[in-house]
């Protein structure tokens, strides 16, 4: 099996074993070169060329990519540095009130529920976590929770810790039931997970950059749904909030009616130029043939740490999986097998006592091959 990206995509891929896109994946190598450029550019020439047009419509690429990516418009769409920024002024956009409550699960990334306890805190809203029960979240019990109260359900499409994935479409018929808003962390499934925002059905969307979708630190995207982009107003707003963004006037603010008024402040703008680079990467290579890609490196993973002895504990079945797999291997420091697979050029991650593996676009099987022959080889010597 050959990789479906070719080395000067990836420059280090074939330098070591890197089975660790869930915590921060390879950067795409056009990317980083927009990056850098900008950076270049900025420090050498200052405005001379990032002048205030360029400012201005520094974020048109990233909105066409991100909205390509989704199956949305490109009005859809909102520029930030992360999601966790993009997410807090939505939350305190919608700021659900003392008689209503906010669903989410007990496994999901903190981020994805923190902003909505901050505003709990200010407004006395409810929130409700879906327990775990054997390291899996049942879409039912999330459902469970949703009530005519409910103003948002707020979750990660895939979890960050076991790969679960859930199903959209269900979650926003249940949703929207009840006249609730779907809010989606995508940034675990943007780039390795196809996403249709229109089958889905999802009102809100936000996906950081430098996991699957390739891209670096410092950069995010949001999509919301054209009936609230006239109805929210930002919890963060600048100077970039207004209409007309060099109509510099501290009297008032009037915002645009698309999703760009969540865009209110400078940023390191080059990060933003180098994730549409990376987002137009990720479509054209087809989110789709990566799912497909992955879903055979994870099998290959799964097989070997199997015939390990190890247990797998993310979902197997193909409607709520992953290429991200957690495996526990009883009685063995986590920690130290990790270290070791480290010294061996072999990178993951662990979760609890497991270890979790996230193969991407630019690995292949000789890869899965040599992560499960160093693990093998770690236990004949430990």
Not at 46 to 58: C, H, T
Not at 190 to 216: R, T
Not at 224 to 248: A, C, I
């Amino acid at each position: 099996m050959n990789s479906i990206v070719s080395k000067k995509d990836f420059p280090s891929a074939g330098s070591f074993v890197y089975l660790n896109a869930a915590n921060v994946g390879l950067m795409y190598g056009e990317a980083e070169k927009v990056i850098k450029e900008w950076h270049k550019d900025l420090a050498y020439n200052g405005s001379n060329n990032f002048n205030e047009n360029a400012e201005e419509s520094v974020f048109k690429k990233l909105h066409i990519a991100a909205a390509a990516l989704i199956n949305a418009e490109p009005d859809d769409i909102a520029a930030g540095s992360s999601a966790t920024e993009l997410l807090c002024s939505l939350a305190w956009a919608v700021s659900p009130t003392k008689d209503q409550n906010v669903v989410s699960t007990e496994t999901v990334f903190p981020s994805t529920i923190y902003p909505w306890q901050r505003v709990a805190k200010s407004t006395g809203c409810e929130i409700r976590l879906a327990k775990e029960k054997n390291n899996f979240i049942n879409t039912d019990d999330i459902i469970a929770l949703i009530d005519q109260n409910t103003a948002a359900v707020s979750i990660s499409h895939v979890e960050y810790a076991n790969g679960q994935l859930y199903n959209l479409e269900l979650l926003a018929d249940a949703v929207h039931a009840h006249n609730a808003l779907l809010v989606v962390d995508a940034t675990q499934s943007a780039g390795a997970i196809p996403i249709d925002i229109k089958a889905h059905n999802v009102d809100v969307l936000i996906s950081g950059a430098y996991k699957w979708l390739c891209g670096p630190f410092g950069s995010a995207f949001m999509y919301l749904t054209p009936y609230l982009q006239e109805k929210l107003e930002p919890g963060l707003v600048g100077f970039r909030s207004h209409e007309n963004m060099w109509d510099l006037d501290a009297r008032r603010i009037n915002y645009v009616s698309t999703a760009a008024k969540f865009e209110f402040s400078t940023m390191a703008f080059g990060c933003a130029l180098g994730f549409s680079e990376s987002i137009d990467f990720i479509y054209k290579t087809g989110v789709e043939t990566i799912f497909q890609h992955n879903k055979l490196l994870s099998d290959r993973l799964i097989e070997g740490m199997l015939e390990i002895g190890a247990k797998i504990t993310s979902p197997l079945n193909d409607k709520d999986r992953t290429s991200i797999v957690r495996a526990h291997i009883e009685s063995v420091d986590t920690y130290q097998l990790k270290n070791g697979l480290q010294n061996a050029q072999v990178f993951v991650s662990t979760r609890g006592n497991s270890i979790r593996f996230s193969p991407h676009l630019y690995n292949t099987l000789d890869d899965i091959d040599k992560a499960i022959n160093e693990i093998k080889k770690w236990l004949r010597n430990n």
